[in-house]
């Protein structure tokens, strides 16, 4: 072997080694945005109702019978897409992927989430914000970030306070009714007091129990 042509062939290596990481860093990028122009299409299908002139009757019975795709994927990429055109078109430019590193180019997932969060009332403008660079510059998990979405949502989610109140009293009935069960129950075992007013314990019981239903 001829040992002067290691370092030769290690650095055609090492080359070829980088070239492959840097295309399978745009295949990323080109998988995670690919989605954009089956969403641009069916948003097109669903908004001018083409596929009546194509034999069908409901957008899903299209993406269906010919796309095989189903009904709740279709949906969330026209209503993902449709978001994105309005509140976020640098993303369908091309150079929104060129400028940055595969990690932090968002899916239709994490723009999903994004979606979401943009319509409830429970979050602030600083929320938002958030999530955003949480999906747009963190690179975050979409998963993760829909799992801090509903965590603040259940937080901060208004109760009526009819309901709440009558949550509270129910919530008082079952524990007096479980005290009242087990002092029962200390009254048949020890045979402290008169079986008439076991008898009206009994009868107390059924009426709580039928008002807990």
């Known amino acids: 072997m001829n040992f002067s042509q290691q370092p030769i062939e290690k650095k055609k290596k090492d080359v070829n080694a980088e070239a492959l990481r840097m295309e399978l860093a ?3 990028k080109g998988f995670k945005i690919s989605w954009i ?7 097109s299908v669903w908004r001018d109702k083409l596929f009546h002139a194509w034999g069908y009757e409901k957008f899903e019975d299209y993406v269906v019978r010919e796309l095989g795709l189903k009904k709740p994927l279709a949906l969330k990429l026209v209503k993902t897409y449709f978001f994105v055109e ?11 992927s060129e400028a940055r590193e595969a990690v932090v180019v968002p899916g239709y997932e994490g723009l999903d989430v994004l979606r979401l969060a943009r319509r409830r009332n429970e979050l602030t403008k600083d929320d938002y914000i958030k999530f ?16 801090d979405l509903t965590a603040i949502i259940k937080e901060r989610k208004q ?16 524990r007096f009714l479980n005290a009242l069960k087990n002092f ?30």
């Open 132 to 147: 955003r660079k949480d999906i747009f510059e963190r690179g975050k998990d979409a998963s993760l970030v829909k799992k």
């Open 26 to 28: 745009e295949y990323a």
């Open 159 to 174: 109760v009526d306070p009819d309901e709440e109140r009558e949550m509270r009293h129910q919530a008082s009935v079952k």
């Open 86 to 96: 309005q509140e976020e078109p640098a993303y369908l430019r091309k150079e929104f």
């Open 37 to 43: 122009h089956l969403g641009q299409g069916l948003y």
């Open 184 to 213: 029962k129950k200390d009254m048949d075992t020890l045979k402290l007091i008169e079986s008439n007013i076991v008898e009206d314990v009994e009868e107390l019981l059924k009426k709580l129990e039928e008002k807990c239903l």
